[in-house]
C-alpha cells in the first residue's frame, strides 16, 4: 500500500499534465493543489503532448528549463517529465503525491491506453507515489467550462486520500461538462466500454500530396450505468480505480495447460 491516508497540509505536490506548460487546464490544477498544501511544484511539457500515452523519450538528449523556484518544463512527453521531476528536480525531497490534468477533454473508457495525462500518473505510481489524473470533459464546438474542476477538484483529492489504495494503482478522475453549481454528485465506477466510431479523413496538401487525419468520433450510446462514461454523460464526477498489472490472471493456468 502507499503511506495513505495524507495530511494534505504537509504534502509535497508534483502537478504535470500532457496539454503542456501554457495550458488553462494545467493552471486550474494549480490552483486546485494550492487549495491542498503551500508546498507545490509544477514539472510539465513544453509542447502539448496528447495521446502521447506512456511513451519516453529514448534516442534524444531532453531539455530541463527551470522557470521559476518550483516550475520547469521539459521538451519531453508527460512521461519524461515525471521521471525527470522525481529522480532529478525533486531527488531530494520526493513528492508524496503526483496531480496530473486537468486534461482539455475527457478520459472515459479506452481514452485511458491513450491518454498522456494517464500515463503521468501511471510514472508517478511506477515511481511510488500515489497519483490522481483529472480532466475535464467538453462538448465539441462549446467553450469549455472549467467551474466544475475548479470547484470540485480539491474536494475530489481530500478524500481520495483519505483511503488507502494500492501501489500499483492510480486514480482517474473526469468532470462533466456542466457548470459547478449542476454537477450532481461524485461516483466511484468502472471504466466503460464505447463503440470506437473514429474517422478517417483523406485530403490533398497544397502540394498534392495525399494526407489522412484521424477524427475523434465516437458513440457513447447503451453504455452501462455503472460506468465513467454514463456519470459524465449524465453530470457526475466519476472516480475510477486504475490497476496497472495487465496479466490476465484466470488466463494463466489456460496457456499454461496448452504449454505443457
Same mark, same amino acid.
Given at each position: 500500500m502507499f503511506d495513505l491516508p495524507l495530511d494534505l497540509s504537509r504534502t509535497r505536490i508534483l502537478v504535470t499534465n500532457d496539454d503542456g506548460i501554457h495550458a488553462q487546464g494545467l493552471k486550474v490544477l494549480e490552483a486546485i493543489a494550492r487549495e491542498l498544501s503551500d508546498d507545490v511544484?509544477?514539472?510539465?511539457?513544453?509542447?502539448?503532448?496528447?495521446?502521447?500515452s506512456h511513451s519516453l523519450?529514448?534516442? @534524444?538528449?531532453? @531539455?530541463l528549463r527551470k522557470l521559476d523556484e518550483r516550475r520547469f518544463t521539459v521538451d519531453g512527453t508527460p512521461t519524461d517529465? *515525471?521521471?525527470?521531476?522525481?529522480?532529478? #528536480?525533486?531527488?531530494? %525531497?520526493?513528492?508524496?503525491?503526483? !496531480?496530473?490534468g486537468v486534461n482539455q477533454?475527457?478520459?472515459?473508457?479506452? +481514452?485511458?491506453?491513450?491518454?498522456?495525462?494517464?500515463?503521468?500518473a501511471m510514472e508517478a505510481t511506477l515511481l511510488n507515489v500515489p497519483a490522481i489524473a483529472m480532466s475535464q470533459h467538453y462538448e465539441p464546438g462549446q467553450p469549455i467550462d472549467w467551474s466544475a474542476a475548479a470547484a470540485h477538484g480539491a474536494d475530489v483529492v481530500r478524500k481520495a486520500v483519505t483511503v488507502a489504495w494500492p501501489k500499483n494503482v492510480l486514480l482517474n478522475v473526469n468532470f462533466p461538462a456542466r457548470p459547478a453549481a449542476e454537477v450532481t454528485g461524485i461516483? *466511484? /465506477? @468502472?471504466?466503460?466500454? @464505447?463503440?470506437?466510431g473514429d474517422e478517417l479523413f483523406e485530403r490533398v496538401d497544397p502540394r498534392g500530396k495525399p494526407?489522412?487525419?484521424?477524427?475523434t468520433l465516437r458513440g457513447e450510446a447503451? /453504455?452501462? +450505468? +455503472?460506468? +465513467?462514461?454514463?456519470?459524465?454523460?449524465?453530470?457526475?464526477?466519476? *472516480?475510477?480505480? #486504475?490497476?496497472?498489472? !495487465?496479466?490476465?490472471?484466470?488466463? !494463466?493456468?489456460?496457456?499454461?495447460? %496448452?504449454?505443457?
Amino acid at each position: 500500500m502507499f503511506d495513505l491516508p495524507l495530511d494534505l497540509s504537509r504534502t509535497r505536490i508534483l502537478v504535470t499534465n500532457d496539454d503542456g506548460i501554457h495550458a488553462q487546464g494545467l493552471k486550474v490544477l494549480e490552483a486546485i493543489a494550492r487549495e491542498l498544501s503551500d508546498d507545490v511544484w509544477v514539472v510539465a511539457p513544453e509542447m502539448e503532448q496528447s495521446a502521447a500515452s506512456h511513451s519516453l523519450t529514448i534516442n @534524444r538528449p531532453l @531539455r530541463l528549463r527551470k522557470l521559476d523556484e518550483r516550475r520547469f518544463t521539459v521538451d519531453g512527453t508527460p512521461t519524461d517529465c *515525471v521521471l525527470l521531476a522525481v529522480n532529478h #528536480v525533486m531527488k531530494d %525531497a520526493r513528492p508524496t503525491l503526483v !496531480l496530473s490534468g486537468v486534461n482539455q477533454g475527457s478520459n472515459i473508457g479506452e +481514452d485511458v491506453t491513450y491518454s498522456g495525462t494517464i500515463a503521468a500518473a501511471m510514472e508517478a505510481t511506477l515511481l511510488n507515489v500515489p497519483a490522481i489524473a483529472m480532466s475535464q470533459h467538453y462538448e465539441p464546438g462549446q467553450p469549455i467550462d472549467w467551474s466544475a474542476a475548479a470547484a470540485h477538484g480539491a474536494d475530489v483529492v481530500r478524500k481520495a486520500v483519505t483511503v488507502a489504495w494500492p501501489k500499483n494503482v492510480l486514480l482517474n478522475v473526469n468532470f462533466p461538462a456542466r457548470p459547478a453549481a449542476e454537477v450532481t454528485g461524485i461516483q *466511484v /465506477v @468502472r471504466h466503460g466500454k @464505447r463503440k470506437i466510431g473514429d474517422e478517417l479523413f483523406e485530403r490533398v496538401d497544397p502540394r498534392g500530396k495525399p494526407y489522412i487525419w484521424i477524427g475523434t468520433l465516437r458513440g457513447e450510446a447503451d /453504455v452501462a +450505468d +455503472d460506468t +465513467d462514461i454514463h456519470v459524465v454523460f449524465n453530470g457526475g464526477i466519476s *472516480v475510477t480505480p #486504475v490497476y496497472l498489472d !495487465l496479466t490476465h490472471t484466470p488466463t !494463466l493456468q489456460t496457456l499454461r495447460q %496448452a504449454f505443457v
